[in-house]
């Protein structure tokens, strides 16, 4: 495991941004796994201003995001699918249909199935950029018994709810579930860039240095192999 520690939040976006836009120069076919939550949105910026000023081209890369609310289709301004474009597709030449998430608005049980066929048949993640939920969390993986291996469809813990309700203004109005990419795809993923910012510190140690349960999800990434971690907390 590597830990960069960033002076700032800028400072982590920027080197986070340096990392992914070298995986898509050194392979520019490379399969990316993205994820949302404020944390990326800086990564994301810098990425379209390079792409602006002709350092990045986007054009042969493939996207998997880690989930998506259920119940919310594409097209619905509050869903993951169109905070990637609002932060990222729209901004860059990647192509549409080179942008896979899951679909909110499917059978879920078909629509893990499919997820998962899809990854597969891409050969996998090359590069799987991470944030880090305040129980430590990834993707919508909540702390729970077991580590689930595969896509699947879950009930948001009312920690996370409240963390994701300042995006739909009331806790009200935040989907109870999501579909969420496995823990499998995950660690699968031939390289795992993990960025965490601000107030996370307690979560950051116990998924780094604490035990590896799945009560803290991301714990697990401490048996990656090519784990860097990115972060402005000291
Ligand atoms: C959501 C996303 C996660 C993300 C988490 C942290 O729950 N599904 O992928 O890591 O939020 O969000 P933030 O970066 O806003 O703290």
């Given amino acids: 495991m590597k830990i960069i520690r960033a002076r700032d939040y800028r400072d982590m976006s920027r080197k986070a941004a340096n990392l992914i836009s ?58 993951y699918r169109a905070f990637m474009r609002a932060h990222l597709f729209g901004k860059v030449n990647i192509r549409p249909d080179n942008t896979h998430l899951p679909r909110g608005d499917a059978e879920p049980r078909a629509e893990c199935a499919r997820y998962d066929a ?49 995006f739909f203004g009331d806790e009200g109005a935040v989907p109870r579930r999501a579909i969420t990419m496995g823990m499998k795809s995950i660690m699968q993923a031939k390289k795992i860039l993990l960025a965490v910012s601000g107030d996370k510190k307690d979560i950051l140690e116990r998924s780094l240095s604490g035990p590896i349960t799945p009560e803290v999800p991301a714990s697990i990434l401490q048996l990656h192999p090519d784990l860097t971690v990115i972060t402005d907390i000291p």
């Fill in 118 to 166: 899809l990854i597969a048949r891409l050969g996998g993640i090359d590069l799987q950029l991470l944030g880090l939920g305040r129980n430590g969390h990834i993707g919508f993986n909540e702390p729970g018994e077991a580590f689930e291996k595969s896509t699947h469809c879950v009930e948001l813990t009312a920690d996370t709810i409240r963390a994701n309700a300042r």
């Fill in 22 to 79: 070298a995986q898509v120069i050194l392979f520019p076919r490379s399969v990316l796994g993205l994820a949302t939550g404020s944390t990326p949105i800086g990564i994301y910026d810098q990425l379209a201003e390079w792409y602006d000023k002709g350092d990045i081209d986007f054009s042969e890369t493939v996207t998997v995001n880690l989930d998506e609310y259920h119940g919310l289709p594409p097209d619905d301004p509050q869903s």
